[in-house]
């Protein structure tokens, strides 16, 4: 079975600045998918970043970006220039290519302060 | 473009009660997963229903059944409500045809319940 740890219950950083957050996962599979998830106080989860196995490139979004390790089986999320906005819960998931259940690691929350 | 939409908001309950929750896909989407967020924890899948069967089940008893209507919008039942069924219960859609695997998923706002 797949397992996804998130070593970080917490962090905090100051605006403008970069914070790195920390995730690691456990799996048989060789294709698969890895996500980023954004869960503010409004409590949506909201799809930060994704990432394919089979893609050796990391991916990116604006300010947020990837560095998928896949025979570390790593993947930590860094988010530049952050902003009061940034301030949440972020879950990494990780997504069989099958395509069905999501597996959750336990979340980071991230306070960014002025 | 309509989001993923669930109702009610918020929901109280007492021990041995029975509840039900909706769920309304993202428009173009037909396959909908339930999950249950414990407060302070991760999302724990719960079931996912796709062409209106149940495709993966989490690991959760059997008081939890859902259902998938012709128009893909779903309902999560739980019987017997336990104090431990407590908890934000998360909607998400995705595409989930053969060939859509790679669709992330969309969620909802979800609905707390909370037991007595």
């Known amino acids: 079975a797949q397992t996804v740890t998130q070593s970080q219950p917490e962090m905090s950083v100051q605006e403008a600045e970069t914070v790195t957050l920390s995730c690691t996962y456990d799996?048989?599979?060789?294709?698969?998918?890895l996500f980023w998830y954004k869960q503010p106080p409004s409590r949506q989860m909201i799809l930060v970043i994704r990432?394919?196995?089979?893609?050796?490139q990391n991916a990116t979004e604006n300010r947020f970006s990837v560095n998928f390790q896949k025979a570390a089986k790593s993947f930590s999320l860094k988010i530049s220039d952050s902003q009061l906005g940034d301030t949440a819960m972020y879950f990494c998931?990780?997504?069989?290519?099958?395509?069905?259940?999501?597996?959750f690691g336990k979340g980071t929350t991230l306070s960014v302060s002025s | 473009d309509a989001g993923v939409t669930q109702s009610p908001t918020h929901l109280i309950k007492t021990r041995g009660q029975q509840v039900t929750l909706r769920c309304s896909p993202k428009?173009?989407?037909?396959?909908v997963s339930w999950y249950q967020q414990a407060l302070g924890q991760g999302p724990q899948f719960i079931f996912q229903?796709?062409?209106?069967?149940?495709?993966q089940r989490g690991n959760f008893p059997d008081r939890f059944s859902g259902h998938q209507f012709p128009n893909y919008s779903s309902e999560l039942n739980v019987n017997a409500l336990l104090l431990g069924d407590s908890a934000l219960y998360l909607c998400?859609?995705?595409?989930?045809?053969?060939?859509?695997?790679?669709?992330?998923?969309?969620f909802g706002d979800g609905t707390r319940l909370s037991i007595l």
């Open positions: 799996t048989s599979e060789n294709n698969y998918y």
């Open positions: 998931a990780f997504g069989s290519q099958a395509g069905t259940a999501l597996i």
């Open positions: 990432q394919e196995a089979y893609k050796q």
């Open positions: 428009s173009g989407h037909d396959t």
């Open positions: 998400a859609s995705s595409l989930g045809g053969q060939g859509y695997s790679n669709q992330p998923q969309h």
């Open positions: 229903y796709y062409e209106e069967e149940e495709r």
